[in-house]
């Protein structure tokens, strides 16, 4: 089979470091960039790196991620979420190649939804950030690029600032804490997903299956649900989580009460099972208590 250049956008993040371990051993080319290397942004640059590099795939793993910042800043967030990927979009088109984006379940989130979210759902993002990667899926579609759309939710790993490691600290450093029960979704181990992609990448399963598809891990907890978990695979016995009202927390972004993805679309066309979160938590703390000792 014929070896592909696969391009990484965002490859110092959370998602770009777990396909740097997914990469390991591949036959392909991985090529790793984040802004220091690639500036997304700046269109000729992306261009000029597809044709140098003879780009074959693009993994889109760059985005402005900060949620309550993206109210107060909507440019920077519209320009890394939208502009940005017609850029990429653009330029690997040109080369007949594929786009891999990643997206979010905060394209939802304005209708009342108690059923898992489906791929064909109407997106009705309720903030800036949500709003910006909507665009970006409607850019891509636009530019009539080959592509590979998938949406992810509450994402954690081993790598930088995120839920599980912050709620790792806070229950072994707080007598006790208020989290929120109502918001709703699934936790996303970054390394499932990174290595979701690549058996995709591998297999070329994104030949002629090209579209938008939902991946977090199986199952449904609230916040309060998923810090509790976090708590007891740890051992921090000693905080008293309690249940609180979304309310209780001033954000200047009204969050998705309830976002949670449908995956039958992409069980049923790739042939992969998705594990459950809860299984996919104790792997990821397991990892962060090695990596400590």
Not at 180 to 198: C, E, H, N
């Amino acid at each position: 089979m014929e070896r592909k250049n696969i391009l990484v956008t965002g490859a110092n993040g959370q998602l770009g470091n777990c396909l740097r371990n997914a990469a390991r051993g591949s036959r392909d080319n991985y090529i790793f960039t984040d802004v220091a290397e690639l500036d997304i942004t700046d269109r000729e640059a992306v261009a000029r790196m597809v044709d140098e590099a003879e780009i074959d795939i693009i993994v889109n793993c760059a985005a402005y991620t900060n949620v309550d910042r993206a109210e107060s800043d909507p440019a920077t967030a519209e320009l890394l979420n939208s502009t940005a990927v017609r850029n990429l979009a653009d330029g690997v088109k040109r080369r007949g190649g594929t786009l891999i984006h990643i997206s979010t379940d905060y394209v939802f989130g304005g209708e009342p939804y108690n059923v898992p979210c489906r791929e064909d759902q109407k997106g009705t993002p309720t903030g800036v950030y949500g709003l910006t990667k909507l665009h970006g899926e409607q850019q891509i579609a636009e530019s009539g690029v080959k592509a590979i759309v998938l949406r992810t939710a509450w994402l954690y790993s081993e790598y930088g600032r995120n839920f599980v490691k912050t709620m790792l600290d806070l229950t072994a450093t707080r007598k006790q804490l208020n989290v929120v029960f109502d918001q709703t979704g699934t936790p996303t181990y970054a390394q499932d997903l990174a290595d979701a992609i690549r058996a995709i990448i591998e297999g070329r399963m994104y030949e002629g299956r090209e579209g938008i598809y939902h991946y977090s891990n199986e199952g449904v907890c609230s916040w309060y649900d998923f810090t509790k978990a976090i708590a007891a695979e740890a051992g921090h016995t000693g905080c008293d989580i309690r249940p609180c009202h979304t309310d209780e927390f001033p954000s200047p972004v009204r969050r998705p009460a309830y976002s949670v993805l449908d995956k039958t679309k992409f069980k049923q066309t790739f042939g992969m099972s998705v594990p459950y979160w809860t299984d996919s938590l104790k792997t990821c703390i397991k990892n962060l208590k090695e990596n400590e000792a």
